[in-house]
């Protein structure tokens, strides 16, 4: 998906699940670990646990459940677009 949205390719890097750590049946996903400027760094996840660690850096997006008409995604690009994030 962020490589159909990320069509200018702004986003450098890209983590899944294999790059988490899995606590009380969360996958926690620690930024300190990338040794990246975390002013410059977002997750994007729709469970808030898994970005505890850096709450401020967390976008919260509802659950994909197969609606055709769902855009929560293409409008977080929109909003983002307009925040120059």
Same mark, same amino acid.
């Given at each position: 998906? %962020?490589?159909e949205l990320d069509s200018y /390719?702004? $986003? &450098?890097? /890209? %983590?899944?699940?294999?790059?988490?750590?899995? $606590?009380?049946n969360h996958f926690i /996903?620690? %930024? &300190? /670990?990338?040794g990246r400027n975390l002013e410059k760094t977002i997750i994007i996840d729709n469970v808030k646990e898994n970005f505890m660690l850096q709450p401020d850096n967390g976008l919260? $997006? &509802?659950?994909?459940l197969g609606d055709e008409r769902d855009n929560e995604l293409l409008n977080l690009v929109n909003d983002l677009k307009g925040n120059d994030i």
């Open positions: 998906m %962020l490589n /390719k702004v $986003i &450098s890097h /890209k %983590l899944y699940r294999r790059h988490t750590m899995a $606590i009380n /996903k620690d %930024l &300190s /670990k990338l919260n $997006i &509802s659950n994909f």
